[in-house]
């Protein structure tokens, strides 16, 4: 056999296969447990986005959560957390795969990404995740407006085939907000890949583990923070949308710039921004934990599959 021969590399057809199931694993493991501690607080946000001026109940954070624990119970802040948690596993991994993948694609041939290509690659990839979520954002939003007991609530299923039964699978029924949707993830995965990526890449790393893993969560946590303030009002126009509306048999609420136009000339500036400090606490701890649970799943992965 030929010198050539025996320094040929292998060729591993697998490979690419494996490092998508690993990707696709990481996510899925990220979405679990990153919806797994911060569900309260999406609960929360999403009942002070319903009310409206004419509808409103909860004059703080802490009237709201004094006010479900007393009339609805302890359970009920986990109201709605069956969509997400069915949801959040493929949604994520899918997001975090196809952020890799169009990172690549971003990146035009260069020899690493640049911030462009994290940025771009983010807002692909949260425009992806946008279109396979909206049906169970439909059915959540649909479960945390219900101000009742936890175990007077039907289960996720069947409020899903009341929807259907009610409206179909298209933009009146499960499919309802989907713009807004869209534009949301689409905005807050812009930002959080974008600004978490490229601070990472051009800021010092640390020798110790310890203050390696806080550097890149407080950057996850800016990341997350930023992005919640950027999106918030296509959450707070989708969260209007999919809810139940103020007058029965009358659709308010229909298409994502109308819905911010209404709300703005309504209600003022300051009701687009309903829920932002709930929002903030879920989604930006939230998008540090998401990440590095991303980050150190995939490299023990990598390590040990």
Known sequence: ?????????????????????????????????????????????????????????????????????QTEGVLS???????P?????????????????????F?????????????????????????????????KVRLQAENQAFSKQ???????????????????GLNKGLTSTLCRHGVFNMILFGFYHTIKVYSKPYQDKKLEFLRKFMIGLTGGSIASCSNI????AKSRIQGPQPTAGHIKYKTCIRTIHTIYVEEGIKALYKGL???????????AIMLLVYEYALDWLQKNT
């Open 277 to 287: 400090t709930p929002k903030i606490m879920r989604l930006g701890p939230g998008g």
């Open 107 to 139: 990146s035009f041939g260069a020899p690493s990404p640049t911030a462009i290509s994290f940025t771009l690659a983010g807002l692909a990839a949260g425009v992806t995740e946008g279109f396979l979520t909206n049906p169970f954002e439909v059915v």
């Open 85 to 105: 948690i069915l949801a959040d596993i493929p949604k994520r991994a899918t997001k975090f795969f196809t952020f890799e993948q169009y990172k690549q694609l």
């Open 154 to 172: 039907i289960s996720a299923w069947s409020m899903a085939k009341v929807i259907v039964h009610e409206n179909g699978f298209g933009l009146s």
């Open 1 to 69: 056999m030929s010198t050539g021969t025996l320094n040929k590399p292998t060729y591993r057809p697998s490979s690419k296969f494996k490092g998508a199931c690993q990707q696709i694993v990481a996510g899925g493991t990220a979405g679990f447990v990153e919806v797994s501690l911060m569900q309260p607080l999406d609960l929360i946000k999403t009942r002070f986005q319903i009310q409206s001026i004419h509808t409103e109940q909860y004059s703080s954070i802490v009237d709201c959560v004094k006010k479900i624990y």
């Open 233 to 236: 009002p296509f959450d707070v």
């Open 77 to 83: 802040f986990y109201k709605g957390i069956l969509p």
